[in-house]
């Protein structure tokens, strides 16, 4: 039986069949990411429901694994060489999946980078800005008097939407294929929804960004992502 008794998390979070990709997540747009990923790709892994609270991100045995205290992490049991590893940041977990399975990230370096650069764009980009977007539009930050914040993301969510809106001229998926950039970038657009925020980016304004996200969201793969870890 695979060893992971090296990684503290497994202390809190004990892993049932270590032989399989441990994943500890919550099914946030960057943990659903992860899980799309995992379910596109057929991999076998065991989820371990990581709450938001600071009681499980920022205990001890999490930053253990993820010292920046955020979901998702991973630890492969099989990784480079054989040897166990453990992966933190969403887009990197994505870019080592895809790499492992040597699926959804391009045929031709040409194509590798392409998508990329859309991974890169969704950490930098719709990631960080949307989630600022949600935080000012309907959580905490919505009882900030002050209106700039909300103008100040709600626009730059209008701005991004109309790179991804040009982007997917011509196209079914942001960089040609279906890829990990897509896996990156469709829970961030899902997440308007959540954040009661559809009207204030003008999302019926961006028909492809909408037609897109419904591609995203019949896939059987991603239904299954969109509670995994189980919620309840």
Known sequence: M????????????????????QLYSFPTPNGVKVSTALEEMGLDYEPHKVSLADVDVKSPEFTSLNPNGKIPAIIDPNGPGGAPIGLFE?????VY??????????????????ILQWVMFQMGGPGPMFGQLGFF??????????????????????????VI???LEGRNWIAG????????????LNAFDFYDAKEAVGWEEHPRCVAYLDRFLARPAVQAALNIPPRD
């Not at 999946?97 to 031709?108: D, P, Q, R, V, Y």
């Not at 539009?137 to 109309?162: I, Q």
């Open 2 to 21: 695979t060893d992971l008794s090296a990684f503290p998390i497994t202390k809190r979070w004990p892993a049932a069949h270590p032989d399989r990709i």
């Open 90 to 94: 969403s887009g990197a977990i994505l």
């Open 97 to 114: 999946l895809a790499e492992k399975t040597g699926n959804f990230i391009g045929e031709s370096a040409r194509e590798r980078y392409e």
């Open 137 to 162: 539009w309907k959580f905490a930050g919505a009882k900030v008097e002050d209106p700039l914040p909300r103008e100040r993301y709600v626009g730059e969510a209008r701005r991004l939407l109309g």
């Open 165 to 167: 809106e040009t982007a």
């Open 177 to 188: 294929p279906y890829s990990i950039a897509d896996m990156a970038l469709g829970p961030w």
